[in-house]
C-alpha cells in the first residue's frame, strides 16, 4: 500500500515557476510509476506527465512539453513536477497518482486511465495561474 500527499501548489502570475511535490508513505514505493493529473473546472482529468517506477522513462503532455520537468528520488519517497512559464490555462488541481505497471507512462502517451486503475490518489493541490 501507499499514500501519496501533494503540496506546492498556489497563486502565481503568468510565466512564473511552482514545484509541485507528491510525498508518499507506506511500503513499496520504488515499485510504483507517479503520474501527474490535472483537473480544471469543467473540464476532464487531464494526464500531464509520468515518471517509470524502472528506467525512469518519462512522458509529458503536449501542452507542457518543454515547460515542466518530472523527477522522482525514491531515497525522499518524493516526485516532483518542476513548473515553468506557467499559463493561465494551467490553472488546475493537480493530483499525483500512483500505478504498479512500469509501462504507464507509455500507455499514458496513447489510452486514457480511469481513475480506479490506479493504486493511489493524492488530495489534490490547486495551482491558479492569473494576472
Known amino acids: 500500500q501507499v499514500q501519496l500527499v501533494e503540496s506546492g501548489g498556489g497563486l502565481v502570475q503568468p510565466g512564473d515557476s511552482l514545484r509541485l511535490s507528491c510525498a508518499a508513505s507506506?511500503?513499496?514505493?520504488?515499485?510504483?510509476?507517479i503520474a501527474w493529473f490535472r483537473q480544471a473546472p469543467g473540464k476532464e482529468r487531464e494526464g500531464v506527465s509520468c515518471?517509470?517506477?524502472?528506467?525512469?522513462?518519462?512522458y509529458y503532455a503536449d501542452s507542457v512539453n518543454g515547460r515542466f520537468t518530472i523527477s522522482r528520488d525514491n531515497a525522499k519517497n518524493t516526485v516532483y513536477l518542476q513548473m515553468n512559464s506557467l499559463k493561465p490555462e494551467d490553472t488546475a488541481v493537480y493530483y499525483c497518482?500512483?500505478?504498479?505497471?512500469?509501462?504507464?507512462?507509455?500507455?499514458?502517451?496513447?489510452?486514457?486511465?480511469?481513475?480506479?486503475?490506479?493504486?493511489?490518489w493524492g488530495q489534490g493541490t490547486l495551482v491558479t495561474v492569473s494576472s
Open positions: 497518482a500512483a500505478h504498479m505497471a512500469s509501462s504507464l507512462c507509455e500507455v499514458m502517451r496513447t489510452t486514457t486511465l480511469g481513475n480506479n486503475a490506479f493504486d493511489a
Open positions: 515518471i517509470s517506477s524502472s528506467d525512469g522513462t518519462t
Open positions: 507506506g511500503f513499496g514505493f520504488y515499485i510504483y510509476s
